[in-house]
Structure formats: C-alpha cells, structure tokens
T-cell receptor, first 112, second 115 residues
Framework: DTGVSQDPRHKITKRGQNVTFRCDPISEHNRLYWYRQTLGQGPEFLTYFQNEAQLEKSRLLSDRFSAERPKGSFSTLEIQRTEQGDSAMYLC??????????FGSGTRLTVV | AQSVTQPDIHITVSEGASLELRCNYSYGATPYLFWYVQSPGQGLQLLLKYFSGDTLVQGIKGFEAEFKRSQSSFNLRKPSVHWSDAAEYFCAVGTATSGTYKYIFGTGTRLKVLA
C-alpha cells in the first residue's frame, strides 16, 4: 500500500475559477477526512465520509465547496468560484478506526 | 468546547539537547491524544498516541509523551534532538460528536535545531 495520495500537489488558479482535488485513501480504510490548513495554523476539519456517506460538514465549508466519495473509494473536493481566502493546504486523511489518521501530502492551493 | 493549546509558537534547541513541547487540551471526557510532525510542504506523520493505560507513551523517532490528567497536558519530549527533527509539531485531541470522530489540532510549534 502506498499510503494516502493527493493530486495535484500544487494548484495555482485565478480568482473565480473552479478547482477540483482528488484523494485516494488507503484501500482498506472506510473513513475519509478533508482538512484545511492555512499558514501558521493547525489543520481544521472540513468534512468526513464513512464509506460513500458524507456524515459531517464543517461550517467552514461554504456552499462553494462540495465533496464526494463515490463508491466509498477515492474522494474529490471541489471549490467553485475560488476566492483569495481559499488559498491554503488541503489535506486528506483516512483511517479504519479511532487509532489515528494517515494523512496525504496535501494539495497546496494558491488563488491569484 | 474542545480545544488544544500549544503555547510555544517557536522553539530553538541545540543539536543533542533535550526537548519538551507543551500541549494543553480541553475536553470533557477521557481524551484520545496525538502528536503529529509536519515537514515543510508535507502532510502530517503520526509520532505517538494515547488512548488509555500507561500515561507515558513511546513513539517513533525516539519521542515520548506523558499524559497528565490533573494538568490537562500531553507534553512531547525527546532526550537528545537531532538536526533532522527540525519541523512543525502538532498536538491533537480526538473528539466524537454526533457519531463523527475527528481531530482538533493545536496551532503547532515550529522547532529549529542549531548545529
């Protein structure tokens, strides 16, 4: 197993454009999380999937954000009409229980 | 509300010196506690975790942490720091609300190691 993979590693986009990030979790992990990390801060919870069901969304996740996990495998996080405040590292993590997440390397988004 | 406080934003130590990074948490129940390390531009790697039992837990890379319920603390220690330990360290508490288990992270402590 190669761990949690995130694609792309870096994304630069113009304000107002839509972007989509992908996360491939560890195959046997049924839990998948998205976090956002801004400079000088710890990661903040965005959303959680158990299998294909999205069970919780943070209030940080405005209606411009949407996440999916079709078939309970990979997940995508889409941001519509990006704003400069969306610039951050977007981290994906997966787990099979409460014993600890495995994080991906993240996607760094820069909105110009 | 649950929270995690890491009072030291930056810490500088000399290589070979001992290290202690502080973490205080606020959580109503018995917490699950974690320490993660993050190198620049990378994701987070789990160093160690505490669920129950022995309050001194050992982790990878020679790190250990001690859970002190009376002080609501979970400080990370290493007896002798190596230059490769320079990174950012995050303490986290695992919380379960409405059937969702998720982490709350502190703001991190950036460690600099002097040769």
């Amino acid at each position: 197993d190669t761990g949690v993979s995130q694609d792309p590693r870096h994304k630069i986009t113009k304000r107002g454009q839509n972007v989509t990030f992908r996360c491939d979790p560890i195959s046997e992990h049924n839990r998948l999380y998205w976090y956002r990390q801004t400079l000088g801060q710890g990661p903040e919870f965005l959303t959680y999937f158990q299998n294909e069901a999205q069970l919780e969304k943070s209030r940080l996740l405005s209606d411009r954000f949407s996440a999916e996990r079709p078939k309970g495998s990979f997940s995508t996080l889409e941001i519509q009409r990006t704003e400069q405040g969306d610039s951050a590292m977007y981290l994906c993590a997966s787990s099979s229980d409460e014993s600890g997440y495995t994080f991906g390397s993240g996607t760094r988004l820069t909105v110009v | 509300a649950q929270s995690v406080t890491q009072p030291d934003i930056h810490i500088t130590v000399s290589e070979g010196a001992s290290l202690e990074l502080r973490c205080n948490y606020s959580y109503g129940a018995t917490p699950y506690l974690f320490w993660y390390v993050q190198s620049p531009g990378q994701g987070l790697q789990l160093l160690l975790k505490y669920f129950s039992g022995d309050t001194l837990v050992q982790g990878i890379k020679g790190f250990e942490a001690e859970f002190k319920r009376s002080q609501s603390s979970f400080n990370l220690r290493k007896p002798s720091v190596h230059w490769s330990d320079a990174a950012e360290y995050f303490c986290a508490v695992g919380t379960a609300t409405s059937g969702t288990y998720k982490y709350i992270f502190g703001t991190g402590t950036r460690l600099k190691v002097l040769a």
